[in-house]
């Protein structure tokens, strides 16, 4: 079971028509409706099950610059902008605090993939520094072990993914935004070549743009109008404990375990090095393309064949507006996560921050991440269906990018000036023969 999520009442008028039709209630199809709400495009918004019940609440909260692809850092710093002045924004909270972000050098060579990454960064003015041994200590009170030093982001902040995409679907509906949930989206239907309808388990939706925002869902949603990405899930696995006396304010990665501090008291804690990818059908097809990141992240990538495959090669098809879909037999994706896994977390936190040896798990869970093979978004209008667009793949960096992702996505729609070149983003990347890879920093 995920993390409990601030709920969201749904409209009490069940739409026919809509300018906008945005599938997907997680943070980004938030963002996207609520950006389009703000310039008056009347906006609906669909969620199978409940807003941000999947990977928009359980992934770790960071709201980061540090060390992302470089080809994400016009838009990570419009988005920052953003969360600075949110709670503001909203009238309410959502856990957003610049308290900075570090991620300890565990060797001299990541110290100098670390110091590389700085210099490249600073051409989109982010300012980062890389720390010394004793200046980490200085900000990670009662650390133990042997590290190189940090690279250091002071501008850079944490929120709370259990109440930030719901209270952006909050104000989004009070500036007119429609939301439905348990309301499947079955099929994407065209009239003339174009968009013009979504058919759900409720009912027809005329439109005159789709912005299909559906995370992990978003390979099948495509693939029903004849549109082929590839996609994969990840499953991370976040544990939050019980209230601590912690003196770290930053959020921190030591690589093998990285914490959050909550509002809560407690903290969120997750790890880059013991992620797990289920083997599917779509693993096989897409092995040439993701090959190069799976063989960097190898040694942190546990590889998990079982009760998926089956699931996956029987079940995942594409939905059709006269049956029952997926969509409405799997409200949520709450995916098996291994105990030792959490055990192993709990026991490099001890190594690094030896107070931790009372900490008390509260809870745990699972997230699917959409990856893409070069681990950044598509943000992109769909080639040859107009009226069509795409927001996923944000390959575990989409909570701390989603305000502006979620701008650039409706200025796509509606033909305003994006907010920052979206050219890096574009779905056609993948079938243009272009190379695409992902940029390893940390």
């Not at 409706?33 to 310039?39: E, G, N, P, Y």
């Not at 992620?275 to 040694?299: C, G, Q, V, Y």
Request: glycine share 10%; aromatic share 6%; hydrophobic share 40%.
């Amino acid at each position: 079971m995920g993390p409990g999520v601030d709920l969201v009442p749904s409209s009490e008028i069940f739409p026919s028509q809509a300018e906008v039709v945005v599938i997907g209630g997680g943070i980004i199809g938030v963002a996207t409706a609520l950006s389009l709400a703000r310039r008056g495009i009347k906006t609906v918004l669909l969620e199978k099950g409940t807003v941000a019940a999947e990977q928009s609440s359980r992934n770790w909260g960071w709201c980061r610059r540090t060390g992302r692809d470089l080809r994400e850092l016009p838009l990570i710093n419009e988005s920052m902008k953003m969360w600075e002045g949110m709670n503001r924004l909203l009238g309410r909270e959502t856990g957003f605090r610049q308290e900075g972000i570090i991620y300890a050098s565990r060797s001299e060579a990541q110290r100098e993939r670390h110091l590389r990454w700085i210099e490249e960064a600073r051409q989109h003015a982010i300012a980062s520094e890389m720390l010394s041994p004793a200046q980490l200590s200085q900000r990670i009170p009662g650390l133990a072990g042997s590290l190189s030093g940090g690279l250091w982001t002071p501008l850079d902040g944490r929120a709370e993914p259990q109440k930030a995409a719901p209270a952006m679907a909050i104000y989004a509906m009070a500036l007119g935004v429609n939301l439905q949930q348990y309301c499947a989206v079955r099929s994407i239907e065209r009239s003339a070549g174009r968009v013009s309808h979504v058919v759900t388990e409720h009912g027809a939706i005329s439109c005159q743009s789709v912005v299909v925002a559906g995370g992990a869902w978003s390979r099948l949603l495509m693939q029903g109008v004849g549109v082929d990405i590839p996609q994969l899930k990840v499953l991370s696995t976040v544990l939050r404990t019980r209230p601590v006396a912690c003196e770290v304010k930053p959020c921190v990665s030591f690589g093998n375990v990285s914490l959050r501090k909550r509002l809560d008291g407690g903290l969120t804690i997750a790890s880059s090095a013991t992620n797990t990818a289920d083997i599917t059908p779509d693993s096989l097809r897409f092995l040439p393309s993701f090959f190069p990141a799976f063989w960097h992240e190898r040694k942190s990538l546990q590889l998990r064949l079982g009760q998926r495959f089956i699931d996956e090669a029987l079940r995942w098809r594409p939905g059709q507006p006269d049956k029952v879909s997926l969509y409405e037999q799997v409200r949520v994706l709450d995916p098996r996560i291994d105990p030792a896994v959490v055990s192993k977390m709990l026991c490099n936190l001890k190594r690094w921050l030896p107070s931790s040896d009372n900490v008390q798990v509260a809870q745990s869970w699972g997230g699917l991440i959409d990856t893409m093979p070069d681990a950044i978004p598509i943000i992109s209008a769909t080639p040859g269906v107009p009226g069509l667009f795409l927001a996923t793949g944000f390959s575990g960096h989409g909570f701390g990018i989603a305000p502006a992702a979620g701008q650039l996505m409706a200025d796509l729609v509606s033909g305003a000036t994006p907010i920052v070149d979206p050219a890096p983003f574009r779905l056609a990347r993948f079938s243009q023969g272009e190379k695409v890879q992902a940029q390893h920093w940390l």
